[in-house]
Nanobody, 124 residues
């Protein structure tokens, strides 16, 4: 069974940092791209950024540029989202997902189903 479990969220003040983790199982982790997405209250889920199986990074929008970075450790089947200079508008539930490549998240969809996510709350 494909599983991706997010962790590392919490409450942080504006300007602070958090590192989220995404622990994967049930598939060949090193063959898939891993993307981070987020959903704020009352808003649709949006893509943040993605790392391909060859460690290439793609930002899905402008929200994380210059502040967020993504990495992966294939030996641990884990991906990470490092978030710096956090803003109140970054408050959301953050999800990770896998797909064939970074472009496939919107063309094909995600592998398996969405997890529970991890809550990130940034206070002003």
């Amino acid at each position: 069974e494909v599983q991706l479990v997010e962790s590392g969220g919490g409450l942080v003040q504006a300007g602070g940092s958090l590192r989220l983790s995404c622990a994967a199982s049930g598939f060949s982790f090193d063959e898939y791209a891993i993307g981070w997405f987020r959903q704020a209250p009352g808003k649709a889920r949006e893509g943040v950024l993605c790392i391909s199986s060859t460690d290439s990074t793609t930002y899905f929008g402008d929200s994380g540029k210059g502040r967020f970075t993504i990495s992966r450790d294939n030996a641990k089947n884990t991906a990470y989202l490092q978030m710096n200079s956090l803003k109140p508008e970054d408050t959301a539930v953050y999800y990770c997902a896998a797909s064939l490549d970074c472009g496939s998240f919107y063309r094909v969809g995600v592998l398996g189903s969405w997890g529970r996510g991890t809550q990130v709350t940034v206070s002003s």
